[in-house]
């Protein structure tokens, strides 16, 4: 399949007090046409702010290396100005909570009047308002709500809202960064159809970005595991369910807890997070692995080839080597 999206060698460190902290350190992914691709991993590990610097929405202290090419073309070395034509209309962001990027006192319809004539001016306000109607109702809310203001939906309906809104413009690439997160189970499941039918129309390639193994399990074709800034695994979501590679994804999968099965112990990873401002030496796993050998507190493990997976880790230091910090 082809290529739309090539992150190589990602990284992003926060400018602090304590010094630089490395949020996002040498990622690299191939997001293919049409493809949904799940990033998993722990709060902090990362996933957002590779989603931001993905749209070029990071904070003033970032600093961002690496290169991002959308269909060939290089977002890391655009200007904002030359940023803000790519962004919502090749690729855009789906974002958690629909309350706080929706403008609260501007109606649905303006919202989307103003993104579509923004990137292109020539629409008329009436095409405009066809192409608002047409959104909505692939969302599955009536084109009439249009003149409501978004206090007026529910929960659900503000984040179809917001789907609508950043498919307007028929990105090649959507972000969804953590889409059902304060939403009720069952509208989790009816956003989470929503999203695979919308995929299929408009022949996108999704980004979704949680830390919900069993969301990703639903929607993604292939599944990147973060943790502490690194890409630590990323495989065919079979794969990385049924035979996770890294220590830490098969920790994480112990850690969802099962109701099935009676008296079961819920499994929890020891310890935290290492600190990114000043991480450890080798492996940043390391401190919490149950697998942990010697060389891993030395040395940064490098890319590997397991199977049809990528991991990082120094268990498979003889498989088939990729290189420091790429992962496929
Ligand atoms: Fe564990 Fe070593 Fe692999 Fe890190 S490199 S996950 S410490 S076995």
């Known amino acids: 399949m082809k290529s739309v999206l090539r992150i190589e060698d990602l990284k992003v460190y926060y400018k602090t007090e304590k010094g630089l902290v490395r949020a996002v350190d040498g990622v690299s992914i191939d997001l293919c046409e049409r493809e949904s ?17 993905l749209l070029r929405i990071l904070p003033s202290n970032a600093v961002l ?12 070395s655009l200007d904002q100005k030359q940023m803000e034509k790519v962004r919502g209309a090749k690729i ?12 609260p006192v501007m109606k649905v319809r303006d919202h989307f009047i103003e993104t579509i004539q923004t990137h292109k001016p020539e629409i ?16 599955g809310i009536e084109p009439t709500r249009m003149n409501e203001y978004p206090f007026q939906f529910s929960g659900g309906m503000r984040q179809r809202v917001m789907i609508a809104l950043s498919l307007v413009l028929n990105p090649v690439v959507v972000i969804a960064d953590e889409p059902t997160t304060s939403l009720d189970v069952i509208v989790q499941a009816q956003i989470l159809d929503l999203l695979k039918s919308l995929r299929e129309k408009f022949n996108m390639s999704l980004i979704l970005i949680t830390h919900d193994l069993g969301v990703v399990a639903e929607l993604a074709d292939r599944v990147g595991v973060m943790y502490a800034g690194h890409l630590v695994e990323i495989g065919e979501s079979r794969d990385i369910y049924y035979s996770p590679k890294h220590p830490y994804t098969e920790a994480l999968l112990k850690s969802i807890p099962n109701t099935n099965i009676e008296d079961k112990e819920l499994v929890y990873i020891p310890g935290g997070p290492p600190d990114l401002a000043d991480p450890p030496k080798g492996c940043r796993f390391e401190p919490r692995c149950p697998k942990a050998m010697p060389i891993c507190s030395r040395k940064e493990p490098g890319v590997y080839q397991v199977g049809r997976s990528f991991v990082k880790c120094w268990l498979y230091g003889e498989e088939s080597h990729v290189s420091a910090s790429k992962g496929q």
């Not at 691709?37 to 610097?53: D, H, N, P, Q």
Request: with cysteine.
């Open 124 to 139: 008329s306000e009436e095409e405009a308002e066809r192409m608002t109607a047409n959104m909505l109702r692939a969302v």
């Open 92 to 103: 855009s962001m789906i974002f958690q909570d629909p309350m706080t990027s929706l403008n």
């Open 65 to 76: 290396e690496g290169s991002i090419k959308l269909n060939g073309l290089d977002l890391s």
């Open 37 to 53: 691709l799940g990033i998993v991993g722990e709060s902090g590990c990362g996933k957002t702010t590779m989603g931001y610097a």
